[in-house]
């Protein structure tokens, strides 16, 4: 059974970084494009980025470009969103999800397997 694993959430102030991380149970993370999304309480569930593990081909929400990365560790089977300069209204929990691409330029991708999320929260 696929199973995705999301760790690295936190408190934080805002203007800060954290890394999270996602990591296959069970299969390579080499074989699926890799997304993060992220929920906050009230709003609709938002995708903040694709890496295509294919030519690490990348999607960025506009929301959070400029300010988050993300990159993968094949070796580790693990995919990793770098966010800094974080904001309050970045607070959310975030999940990864494993899936394929579906259209390049812009790149887009679909998904089928969910991880169970980490709360990030931005506050002083």
């Known amino acids: 059974q696929l199973q995705l694993v999301e760790s690295g959430g936190g408190l934080v102030q805002p203007g800060g970084s954290l890394r999270l991380s996602c990591a296959g149970a069970?299969?390579?993370?080499?074989?699926?494009?890799i997304g993060w999304f992220r929920q906050a309480p009230g709003k609709e569930r938002e995708e903040v980025s694709c890496?295509?593990?294919?030519?690490?081909?990348?999607y960025y929400a506009d929301s959070v470009k400029g300010r988050f990365t993300t990159s993968g560790d094949y070796a580790k089977s693990t995919v990793y969103l770098h966010m800094n300069s974080l904001e309050p209204e970045d607070t959310a929990v975030y999940y990864c999800?494993?899936?394929?691409?579906?259209?390049?330029?812009?790149?887009?991708?679909?998904?089928?397997?969910w991880g169970q999320g980490t709360q990030v929260t931005v506050s002083s």
């Open positions: 890496l295509s593990s294919s030519d690490g081909s990348t």
């Open positions: 999800a494993a899936g394929s691409v579906v259209s390049i330029n812009p790149l887009r991708c679909e998904y089928d397997y």
């Open positions: 069970g299969f390579t993370l080499n074989d699926y494009a």
